[in-house]
T-cell receptor, first 113, second 113 residues
C-alpha cells in the first residue's frame, strides 16, 4: 500500500519567509509524528498527534513553529519567519498507534538562505 | 550522558561477514526499541523492532535486547555492499507518555566487496 508522503520534497526559503510542510500518513494510522534531522545526526522529535489532538509539542524549538492535523489525517508543519538555523530535513512518521513502530516519509529538505 | 548512544563509526566489514551494531540507552524503564536503516539522502527505513528481552530474528537481521544492561544490538549476517548505510537506534522511553522516539546519532556501516 501507499506509504507516508510529504510535500514539497525540497523547499528554499528566504530568511523571514513563512513555509508550510505537508504530511499524508499511511491510511488508518492514528498517530503522526514530526521530527527534524540535521546533517549527521539522528532525527529529533518535534511534535505528535493522536488523531486530531496534538498531545505533545515539547520538541518545537520556538513559537515560530506550529503544527496542525485538523481532521486527523493530513498534517501541516508551519514555520513562520524562517531563520537559517531552521535549515534541516523535516521528517513525518505515522504509526498504527502510540508505542507501535513508526514509518517515515521521504522528508522535506528545507534550506533557508 | 546522551539518552541513546551509538558509536558513529564508520564500521567497516568485508562482504559476507557479520556486522554488529550496538546501542545503549539511559532510561531503564524504556519499553520499545527500533532499528532504522538510512541511506545517504534518504529517510529512515524501519528494519527491526523488539520489545522483550532476548533475540528476535528476521532474515539476515537479528535484534538483541538486554534490559538489565540497557543495551540493544543489531546483527547483520552475510553482510552485502547494499547494507552500507547509517543504522539508527531508537528508543521509546518510559517517562514519555506518547510514543515519541529518541534516536542515537547513528552508526555508519561500510561493507567492502
Amino acid at each position: 500500500g501507499a506509504g507516508v508522503s510529504q510535500s514539497p520534497r525540497y523547499k528554499v526559503a528566504k530568511r523571514g519567509q513563512d513555509v508550510a510542510l505537508r504530511c499524508d500518513p499511511i491510511s488508518g494510522h492514528v498517530s503522526l509524528f514530526w521530527y527534524q534531522q540535521a546533517l549527521g545526526q539522528g532525527p529529533e522529535f518535534l511534535t505528535y498527534f493522536q488523531n486530531e489532538a496534538q498531545l505533545d509539542k515539547s520538541g518545537l524549538p520556538s513559537d515560530r513553529f506550529f503544527a496542525e492535523r485538523p481532521e486527523g489525517s493530513v498534517s501541516t508543519l508551519k514555520i513562520q519567519r524562517t531563520q537559517q538555523e531552521d535549515s534541516a530535513v523535516y521528517l513525518c512518521a505515522s504509526s498504527p498507534g502510540l508505542y507501535y513502530e513508526q514509518y517515515f516519509g521521504p522528508g522535506t529538505r528545507l534550506t533557508v538562505t | 550522558q546522551k539518552e541513546v548512544e551509538q558509536n558513529s563509526g564508520p564500521l567497516s566489514v568485508p562482504e559476507g561477514a557479520i556486522a554488529s551494531l550496538n546501542c545503549t540507552y539511559s532510561d531503564r524503564g524504556s519499553q520499545s526499541f527500533f532499528w532504522y536503516r538510512q541511506y545517504s539522502g534518504k529517510s529512515p527505513e524501519l528494519i527491526m523492532f523488539i520489545y522483550s528481552n532476548g533475540d528476535k530474528e528476521d532474515g539476515r537481521f537479528t535484534a538483541q535486547l538486554n534490559k538489565a544492561s540497557q543495551y540493544v544490538s543489531l546483527l547483520i549476517r552475510d553482510s552485502q555492499p547494499s547494507d552500507s548505510a547509517t543504522y539508527l537506534c531508537a528508543v521509546n522511553p518510559l517517562y514519555n507518555q506518547g510514543g515519541k522516539l529518541i534516536f542515537g546519532q547513528g552508526t555508519e556501516l561500510s561493507v567492502k566487496p
